[in-house]
Nanobody, 120 residues
Framework: QVQLVESGGGLVQAGESLTLSCAAS????????MAWYRQAPGKQRELVAR???????YYVDSVKGRFTISRVSAKNSVYLQMNSLKPEDTAVYYC??????????????WGQGTQVTVSS
């Protein structure tokens, strides 16, 4: 069984910073990519940032230049450094992992979500 546990959410003012952390545990053969999604009230869940095992990153346009995703493979962990936060960044942030518990089977796993609230 695989678990993703997130931490680091909270309430901040506009312009401040937060760092989200996510650690995967359990019977993991390999992690191919990790990502952060977010879902604001009344909106669809959107991909915020993603990093592959090879280090390739992706960011949604609205966070480019402000957010940085990083990964520590040895710890099966991913981080999201969020700077210059805006009220529109307010959402529940979810950690996501594309991983294999056996060499030939890839699956998607989600964390429970962590609330980020940015006040103006």
């Amino acid at each position: 069984q695989v678990q993703l546990v997130e931490s680091g959410g909270g309430l901040v003012q506009a312009g401040e910073s937060l760092t989200l952390s996510c650690a995967a545990s359990g019977s993991i053969f390999a992690i191919d990519a990790m990502a952060w999604y977010r879902q604001a009230p009344g909106k669809q869940r959107e991909l915020v940032a993603r990093v592959t095992s090879g280090g390739t990153t992706y960011y949604v346009d609205s966070v480019k230049g402000r957010f940085t995703i990083s990964r520590v493979s040895a710890k099966n962990s991913v981080y999201l450094q969020m700077n210059s936060l805006k009220p529109e960044d307010t959402a529940v942030y979810y950690c996501n992992a594309e991983l294999r518990t056996v060499p030939t089977l890839r699956d998607i796993h989600w964390g429970q979500g962590t609330q980020v609230t940015v006040s103006s």
